[in-house]
């Protein structure tokens, strides 16, 4: 079912926290959180409010430097 907040859907918590640690490693401005959808009973991710705390785990952190460092080398690679 498609939400009409037309975001992306992640159907259990794990799939959520996953996407939510991805897009600290692939983009600027990152989700800070998710939530379930109590239109579509799904989850969201969100720009708003607080920081969930799975991202201040110390292996959290340091798996999203160890592939923002490697993206970054694989993109200076494609680049030659």
Do not use: W
Not at 14 to 39: G, M, Q, T, W
Not at 40 to 51: A, D, E, I, N, V
Not at 66 to 75: P, S
């Amino acid at each position: 079912m498609d939400c009409y907040s037309k975001k992306n859907q992640y159907y259990t918590e794990d799939e959520a926290s996953e996407a939510l640690i991805r897009s600290h490693i692939r983009f600027n401005k990152p989700a800070v959180s998710y939530y379930l959808c109590p239109h579509c009973s799904q989850f969201h991710l969100t720009s708003k409010g607080p920081l969930h705390p799975l991202l201040n785990r110390p292996e959290v952190l340091e798996r999203i430097q160890k592939e923002q460092r490697l993206q970054e080398f694989y993109t200076r690679l494609k680049r030659k």
